[in-house]
């Protein structure tokens, strides 16, 4: 065994051996990392348009280099408008100069769309900042109530440093607003926490900050700021400044314009066009082309569109998507893009009944909407029926047809449809 090893690695390869399924070199991309969603980029020159929201992200947080509380921030805007990118940025900016000054600032991030009760969001807070080595702590998965999950966050969080900021990302997902009231007032109480406390919610829904409780507006002290979509020319700045993801020469003159205007024609969203652009170089790549040209950007949109869909009702039981799928035949079969509670019914019906699946009642059917509403698949608009007649809700796919249909239909329940 040992010899055929080393005998392998001193041959030079046999390319004529070589497994046509694979490639074996990358042509388009020198560091896709750069295009990830989540990367952060180093240097303050990749981030585009933002000035205004960093100094004033940078003012509520400064006061902790002078051993003050910081304010807390609850930031709002569509998605792809930046958000979580500049949070964790003016973060990690502070935290660097904070170090210099000796003083302890770390940050820890959750995403609250896949944890939505109060009490998985505090346990996913404290386990992901416990380093039990250090702090003799043990965060248990499971078997703690909430105000446990809360004491063994203080202990970490007191062992570990002076100042921590919790971003509460996409924190409108959460079924209670109760965190922000228990992280705010542990900040305060020395009893609690010797560590100061800053949190930074950030919430796609615009109104989020008017469906707070009453109990959490009185108590929470928070400053918001608003992020408004990108239009193309600062889309095309942002792909701009990541070009350097892919190699010299590779990309066609159109492919950044053309990515940043299909993107800015629907929201402005600087995540769509990230993963568009990059879809574009990955389709560049299976196809084994030297250039990303044009035809590349349209099967990448295509792509993300699909990805950001199945991202969405990642999580959305099979009834679930029965009831989209019925919306969705409904959409095509129709104009008018509205439909209600009752003709989704209906096409829901006839769905499970050629399939072999149950068809619950029309009023959860009703309640199975309602979550997809909140989670932003669909939207729902209570319409009238004309004078005097009441009133009755309209829902309407936020994605096109196409998209929805390819995505639900790759689940093999739903072959029928394809
Ligand atoms: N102003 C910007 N400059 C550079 N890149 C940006 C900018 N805004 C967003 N991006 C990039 O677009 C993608 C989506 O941004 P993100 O912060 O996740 O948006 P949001 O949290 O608002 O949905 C990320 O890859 C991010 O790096
Ligand atoms: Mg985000």
């Not at 991030?109 to 043990?138: M, W």
């Not at 926490?193 to 900050?209: A, H, P, Q, W």
């Not at 299909?262 to 574009?280: I, P, Q, V, Y």
Request: glycine share 6%.
């Amino acid at each position: 065994m040992d010899d055929e090893t080393t005998s392998n690695q001193s041959a030079p390869p046999d390319e004529s051996e070589r497994d046509p399924v694979f490639i074996y070199e990358d042509k388009i991309f020198q560091r896709e990392k750069l295009l990830d969603v989540d990367h952060v980029p180093e240097s303050t020159e990749r981030i585009v348009g933002r000035d205004e929201h960093i100094s004033r992200m940078a003012s509520a947080i400064n006061p902790v280099l002078f051993n003050s509380p910081p304010t807390h921030l609850i930031i709002y805007g569509k998605t792809g408008t930046g958000k979580s990118l500049i949070a964790r940025h003016i973060t990690q900016r502070l935290s660097t100069e904070a170090a210099r000054e000796n003083i302890d600032v770390e940050t820890i991030r959750i995403d609250c769309g896949t944890r939505s009760t109060e009490a998985e969001a505090v346990k996913t807070l404290a386990r992901k900042f416990n380093d039990e080595e250090i702090t003799g702590v043990s965060v248990p998965e499971k078997g703690l109530g909430t105000g446990d999950y809360y004491d063994r966050l203080w202990e970490v969080v007191e062992q570990q440093c002076d100042v921590v900021f919790f971003i509460l990302d996409e924190i409108d997902k959460l079924k209670s607003d109760e965190i922000l009231r228990n992280l705010s007032r542990a900040g305060e109480d020395n009893n609690v926490t010797n560590t100061s406390i800053g949190v930074i919610g950030v919430s796609n829904k615009i109104d989020y900050s008017d469906t707070l409780s009453e109990r959490v507006k009185s108590s929470f002290q928070y400053e918001d700021i608003v992020f408004k979509p990108y239009d193309a020319n600062q889309l095309r700045e942002i792909l701009r400044k990541r070009k350097d993801a892919f190699k010299d020469e590779v990309l066609s003159e159109d492919v950044i314009p053309l990515c940043a205007a299909l993107c800015a024609k629907e929201h402005g969203d600087a995540r769509k066009a990230m993963s568009t652009f990059r879809n574009a170089g990955k389709v560049a790549r299976e196809q084994d082309k030297e250039k990303v040209t044009e035809e590349h950007v349209y099967a990448g949109k295509e792509r993300a569109e699909m990805d950001r869909f199945n991202e969405l009702i990642r999580g959305t039981p099979p009834q679930g998507k029965a009831i989209l799928l019925a919306l969705t035949l409904l959409t095509e079969k129709t104009d008018s893009d509205g439909h209600s509670t009752r003709s989704i019914y209906n096409a829901y019906e006839q769905i499970t009944g050629q399939i072999d699946m149950d068809c619950l009642s029309e009023r959860r059917v009703g309640e199975l909407l309602e979550e997809q509403d909140f989670l932003n698949v669909i939207q729902a608009e209570r319409t009238s029926r004309g004078r005097g007649k009441g009133m009755y809700k309209e829902h309407r796919l936020l994605e096109e047809t196409d998209i929805v249909k390819e995505v639900l239909v790759s689940d093999s329940r739903f072959d029928n449809w394809r």
